[in-house]
């Protein structure tokens, strides 16, 4: 059963806009949020996290929001650039000493100029 | 500072041979790990290590070995390999458990089953 769920697999947005990316997930023992982007034929590379006791955390054109009510966080690109195209992975941390990362299946972004 | 390095990049191995992945980093690392990435699936743990003679078993490791004899490198091995065995695989590192979010991936090896 998956822990970290994606469920959109593509997202296509135009220069300029919003986009958001969104994530659920269906452990509550999980303490930390991440955002991770991957070009083609590259590793993916870290992008934003939250923690579990915060709500949001920006970093310049990127903020992430948790609802920990609703099990749910998403990811802002304002304002999305061509160059954000990429498939952006949500990753959640299990709690504990060792704080291994469960990965959603990702979203395919694409920004059109 | 080369970060998280992997070799090979590519191959292709015909069903029931054996190969090993390197994996290397620079960065005094106490954690490393192996991922494979394949269609829709996200990125899964295979194993991973917490220090220097440690291993462990993440979510998909049947079919794979590990070593880390090394802190600096992580081995995955394939003993006999299977076409569904044919993925991308990423190698990361991490800090430390206090390090908090962060690892730091490789470039990816893409490995052929056939």
């Known amino acids: 059963d998956q822990q970290v769920k994606q469920n959109s697999p593509s997202l296509s947005v135009q220069e300029g806009r919003i986009s958001i990316l969104n994530c659920d997930y269906t452990n509550s023992m999980f303490d930390y949020f991440l955002w991770y982007k991957k070009y083609p034929a590259e590793g993916p590379t870290f992008l934003i996290s939250i923690s579990s006791i915060k709500d949001k955390n920006e970093d310049g054109r990127f903020t992430v929001f948790l609802n920990k009510s609703a099990k749910h966080l998403s990811l802002h690109i304002v304002p999305s650039q061509p160059g954000d195209s990429a498939v952006y992975f949500c990753a959640a941390r299990v709690g504990g000493s060792q704080g291994n990362l469960i990965f959603g299946k990702g979203t395919k972004l694409s920004v059109k100029p | 500072n080369a970060g998280v390095t992997q070799t090979p990049k590519f191959r292709v191995l015909k069903t029931g041979q054996s190969m090993t992945l390197l994996c290397a980093q620079d960065?005094?690392?106490?954690?490393m790990y192996w991922y494979r990435q394949d269609p829709g699936m996200g990125l899964r743990l295979i194993h991973y290590s917490v220090g220097e003679g440690t291993t462990a078993k993440g979510e998909v490791p049947d079919g794979y070995n590990v070593s880390r004899l090394k802190k600096q490198n992580f081995l995955l091995g394939l003993e006999s390999a299977a076409p569904s065995q044919t993925s991308v695989y990423f190698c990361?590192?991490?800090?430390?458990?206090?390090?908090?979010?962060?690892?730091?991936f490789g470039e990816g090896s893409w490995l052929t089953v056939v």
């Open positions: 990361a590192s991490r800090r430390d458990a206090s390090s908090g979010n962060t690892i730091y």
């Open positions: 960065m005094n690392h106490e954690y």
